[in-house]
């Protein structure tokens, strides 16, 4: 993607100094600009660099004014800084719904239906009956299932499985390699010691403004749905088991797992490599440290907790430190045995 | 798939009260059972929804006697909760099963052989002289390397990666994405600090009634075969290194990782986020708690074990109980301690 | 691939007794030798498996004097063992090698390069603008995305992601369904509870001799690149989160996680499931236990830890010890207290 200098200055609302006719097709730090990049400045510790930049253009403060002459155009905005940000999430976001079409080949199943702008990259796999609405991006190595629903502006990376009768909502992210809706891990142990596998017909629910990432697997429900809420965010290579419900505006971050059935609340935040049993409840504005492990439900909202088993944090951090001085604790158990032992001689 | 109410009701053993001829596509919950839904009535406390389902057709004990009128179909049979149960199994065999033929583009490299009854999917790989049994499921996107063998009725899902040389038993179901027979983690250290790879030549065996979870990895063996014995289950995410055995029946939830060469007995129950380490041996009938760490064999069957390094369970409890309030044991500790100073002070 | 024992003996520089047309096409043990197999007698505790072998062909060392007659083709060298070895690395490479040319369907972007002997399988996708080196061997169901460079000599297995401005050096291997450079974890947390996802820009940046183990996910740089310095070896389901580095020969075993911004030093060992924070340092051969939490950063080279949060290996040993014992430990503490409020009341 191109723009000339003059257009990102529309877009910002700013006025150029210097060649507005530059073309741009990237973003950098402005000790690392190159021809056809964009910079900012705004600390003016970095001012030096705008004097050698070889950026083609550098947003600025209004307020500012250069000392040497600056071979790169400049762009004088409100806030310089926030002006960049900005951009960025406009570059990224022009970025993700660039891509519009079919490649081919790509497979459709009979009576799947898509909306307009929609993307379907090459070995692209979309079952039948399947809705796919407007904007929706599907990149290549996806794999729908039959009677899938994906909402508007949602993104589908490359290799994701989203398995039949799943429904996923609008302006949702789902990264490399995730599996939505496999089978949940159900099995009831029969009399002579083997395993029957129980069937899993339910499916997975995510509302709007979900985001799944890479490698993460989320299982359908045996009956019903596992649904995770609007706005949930989950990192790479997570676990959720079937049945689950996350609460809206939860966040998750990496190799988490949580088992079947366990209701998590909103606006929790779990650190990495936390792991949750199955059957319990955890109260919105919940925050688990990393690594803690979650055995009972939490009914409390806004506790702090970590460890395995997960208490309060503040109280965890003061048995951990105790933890690291045991062999000094036991030592001064012995020594007063020792003196004990020596007054009850001595009576 | 749809049915009738009669071929339902045949297959159960039961008898019709209603019409017989409607066609029913979907199970629910008594609920929120829709036109074309079956559903059944065990439980009396759901009673009153009977009368109110929009479902097509609803199973009941042989007992039951309606108090009002019902618009849904009645399936009469001995033990409505089992019959369902068995419809369930049944639908989702069904389901399971249906899919038959190729879906082009599929790739099948020189001396591929298939059974009859087997679903080859769209982009999906198998490679030079596999042997594929019938009634195999290859889902789109499967990969499957040369000289693979996979056993009558197996399904491999969407996205699974099943590795050259490696053997699939019968009924084995292996879930999207998972990999198996990819290379062990072997590499020799050199005395520039840099690390030479260890070739993997081996492979890995799947017996019969094996289920592997989605994004589950499984590495081949260095040379010889990395076991998984029949009615195996894994879970999702798991990691299996080179040269492990792990003994029939034995059953690993999500996340938890085994080293290369360590050896798991039969009949074993692992929860999630377990990590055991090389070169052990795990007797049979071990029960190992969620997020335990195992770092030497386990030689007497049958115990349970738990925490990082694992031991008793109970005792593992009663230690953690303590742990939370090592703050105060220490203050109970430096209370003695004054007193014993006091002691010696006064004497 | 086959070779006549002769060859094999010039490739070793040995001196065959016996029949050196035979054909070899496979490596196995001695005492499980079939028809076109070769082994190797090293340990003299195996010799009798020499006279038994149905292999076709031994190495055996150039001192070996065999005691009774022998069917296979003998190969003398200086030192069996590692000539074996030798042959199972050749063996290896040229497995690993083997494939060239393009299987269809296949895709490639515009403006896309291949150098020569390159391999691109069935269903693989490779971007606008790539770069692919010489004998560069792509599996099938890879994706790589545009604008990628991949040097000379490395091996994409199948499923695996490699997204759109990454840069993979010589002689890497990644293994099935690795993801390389999707989104890191970034969301601004807004006044209404929601987050917004903060761009992610930036890329992957593999140097040489690297390997990725499969189901490993690492993210792409927020701006500028998440870096994996030359000869580092990652496992299998690994999480290594945005800009973080890792320094040269580090090796990291499985379902490790590693967050953001963190730079990991050179020749460190870093065991399975150990979760290390974001934005600290760990120093140069830093040696880190299975299951540990790294919290802070190391500044001192050459540390060995262990523990959650970890410490000192032989110090948390000690620890865990007295954990197993703090019943014990309590019980005593409770005698303690009563003999000397004993003393107290008789005094």
């Known amino acids: 993607m191109e723009f000339t200098v003059k257009q990102i200055a529309t877009l910002l609302g700013g006025e150029v100094e210097g060649n507005d006719a530059l073309t741009i097709s990237k973003l950098a730090k402005i000790e690392e600009g190159r021809p056809g990049d964009i910079s900012f400045l705004s600390n003016l510790k970095y001012e030096p660099h705008l004097y050698t930049t070889q950026a083609s253009a550098v947003i600025v403060d209004r307020s500012f004014q250069p000392k040497k002459p600056v071979s790169a155009a400049l762009i004088f905005v409100e806030n310089s800084y926030s002006a960049f940000t900005r951009l960025l999430e406009e570059y990224h976001q022009r970025l993700n719904y660039a891509r519009v079409g079919v490649e081919q080949p790509s497979y459709a199943g009979d009576g799947a239906q898509f909306g307009e702008q929609v993307y379907r990259g090459a070995f692209s796999y979309v079952g039948r009956n399947c809705h796919i609405g407007h904007n929706v991006k599907i990149y290549p190595h996806v794999y729908i299932g039959d009677n899938v629903r994906i909402g508007d502006n949602s993104i589908i990376h490359t290799g994701v499985r989203i398995l039949s009768n799943c429904v996923i909502g609008h302006y949702c992210t789902i990264h490399p390699n995730a599996v939505i809706g496999s089978d949940g891990f159900g099995f009831a142990p ?151 032992n020596d007054t009850s001689d001595s009576r």
């Not at 949580?258 to 929790?268: A, L, W």
């Not at 688990?288 to 909202?301: F, L, M, R, T, W």
Request: net charge neutral; hydrophobic share 35%.
């Open 190 to 340: 029969q009399p002579d010691g083997t395993y029957k596998t129980i069937p899993q017909l339910g499916n997975v629910v995510l509302e709007d403004f979900v985001s799944i990432g890479a490698n993460t697997t989320i299982d359908c429900a045996t009956m019903g749905s596992t649904i995770i809420r609007q706005g949930v965010k989950l990192d790479n290579l997570i676990q959720i088991g079937h049945n689950v419900e996350i609460g809206r505006n939860t966040v998750i971050a990496a190799q988490t797992g949580v088992s079947g059935s366990t209701k998590i609340g909103e606006n929790c935040i779990i650190a990495g490599q936390v792991g949750i049993v199955g059957h319990i409840t955890i109260a919105n504005n919940t925050s688990i440290g990393a690594q803690s492990g979650i055995s009972k439900s939490i009914q409390e909202p806004g506790l702090k907790l970590s460890g395995s088993p997960a208490f309060d944090l503040k109280d965890n951090l003061r048995s951990t430190a105790i933890y690291r001085r045991l062999p000094d604790l036991e030592r001064r158990l012995i020594e007063q045995e020792k003196k004990t």
